[in-house]
């Protein structure tokens, strides 16, 4: 970890914020969360139902730990960790909008951490990078922050597209983009009802 992540660590740790196991019936607190964090930071997140499913499922099979961090008993931060044999994947993190200044985050990832340890994983992958190391990137804030926390970027070749029908794929790719826009508008709208925001 960087200087600056070991020092808000232990901030949120003098601070009095803990991490703790969240129970499966907490879920749909954790996703209400969620979507704040999505709202406030501008992102799209699907309905409800598909991550209380993704959960409750890994839940049950051993292969989810979600952490919950907490400041006076309130609930301020999570993130679900995945875990299989010697991998273990951040890959939902959630906030409120209290209580930032304590750093529950960086906590909450130390506890991940240590968490995966425990489920005997050699790698931790925070999951997620911009596709340009640049701050006009709206990924460039998440990535400095995993960055903070010893973080080592990885690029894998990625999707590859095989395009067999080249008028058909001329139009996917230009009418998809647009179709999927609307949706993502769409989607954005019921999440900021979803919490009243």
Not at 23 to 28: A, D, H, L, S, V
Not at 67 to 80: C, P, R, S, T
Not at 131 to 146: A, I, L, P, Q, T
């Amino acid at each position: 970890m960087k200087q600056k992540s070991r020092y808000n660590l232990r901030l949120a740790q003098r601070s009095g914020v803990a991490v703790r196991t969240a129970r499966p019936e907490e879920f749909p607190e954790l996703y209400r969360m969620y979507a704040e964090t999505s709202v406030r930071d501008h992102f799209v997140i699907r309905a409800e139902e598909y991550y209380l499913s993704v959960w409750q499922r890994f839940s049950a099979a051993g292969m989810l730990t979600p952490l919950v961090a907490e400041f006076d008993g309130q609930k301020i931060a999570g993130l679900m960790l995945f875990h299989f044999q010697k991998t273990a994947w951040y890959l939902y993190g959630m906030s409120t909008g209290l209580h930032r200044e304590k750093m529950p985050n960086n906590l909450l990832q130390w506890e991940a951490m240590r968490a995966a340890r425990a489920h005997g994983c050699e790698r931790y992958d925070l999951w997620g990078a911009p596709d340009v190391f640049d701050e006009s990137d709206s990924m460039f804030g998440v990535f400095r922050f995993k960055e903070g926390l010893g973080a080592e970027v990885l690029r894998t070749c990625g999707a590859w597209d095989l395009v067999i029908r080249p008028l058909g794929y001329t139009l996917y790719q230009q009418i998809l983009p647009r179709i999927l826009n609307v949706l993502r508008r769409n989607r954005n709208a019921e999440t900021r009802q979803e919490i009243g925001a």
